[in-house]
């Protein structure tokens, strides 16, 4: 079945950087695109960034956009998402998705930044 377990989470001050990774089973990674969200508390779930199926394309939100970069390497099944100058308010739960079917989501990891 469908796997999406992230990791790299943590505790981080403002200014600082975090690589979320998502390594992915039960699918043939190399042939869907995918997306980071996150969830802030009290908010709603939000895309982040999204990368084509070879890594060819990618898109950010507006917030984040020349802080995080969305790569892969289908070789090893993984999406990464490397954030930079991370602001408090990139305090969420980040979760990694495949565009496949109905989509899945992986279990998420907390991304905390504090001031």
């Known amino acids: 079945q469908v796997q999406l377990v992230e990791s790299g989470g943590g505790l981080v001050q403002a200014g600082g950087s975090l690589r979320l990774s998502c390594e992915a089973s039960g699918f043939t990674f190399s042939s869907y695109a995918m997306r980071w969200y996150r969830q802030a508390p009290g908010k709603e779930r939000a895309l982040v960034a999204g990368?084509?199926?070879?890594?060819?394309?990618?898109d950010y939100s507006e917030s984040v956009k020349g802080r995080f970069t969305i790569s892969r390497d289908n070789a090893k099944n993984t999406v990464y998402l490397q954030m930079n100058s991370l602001k408090p308010e990139d305090t969420a739960v980040y979760y990694c998705?495949?565009?496949?079917?109905?989509?899945?989501w992986g279990q998420g990891t907390q991304v905390t930044v504090s001031s």
């Open positions: 998705y495949v565009v496949r079917g109905a989509g899945y």
């Open positions: 990368i084509s199926k070879f890594g060819d394309s990618t």
